[in-house]
């Protein structure tokens, strides 16, 4: 992946912020996000050689990374129908 800590494109997460899963759903690269759990935001990248926006996250109650590729034919709209901010 080549990633530059950025990505062209907008999106709503902030670091070290909780998000909760509206809908469960299994990422691109494997990675299952379950409804209602709680995820921390820890980093954004971009990889050119998949055009993808990638999304890092880990579990609330774990540190090891979960990723969402959100590949660059995705609708904007998906980061707010997948996952809401935790107040």
Partial sequence: ??????????HP????????????FVGL???EFVSG???VFDRVAYSHYD???VITFHEYDATAP????????????????RFKEVK
């Fill in 29 to 31: 690269m494997g990675n």
């Fill in 1 to 10: 992946m080549s990633s530059s800590d950025s990505t062209w494109r907008d």
């Fill in 13 to 24: 997460f902030v670091d070290g912020k909780t998000y909760a899963a509206q809908k469960s």
């Fill in 51 to 53: 055009s993808c926006t």
């Fill in 66 to 81: 979960v990723q969402w590729w959100w590949h660059d034919d995705e609708p904007e709209a998906l980061c707010s129908m």
């Fill in 37 to 39: 759990r709680l995820y």
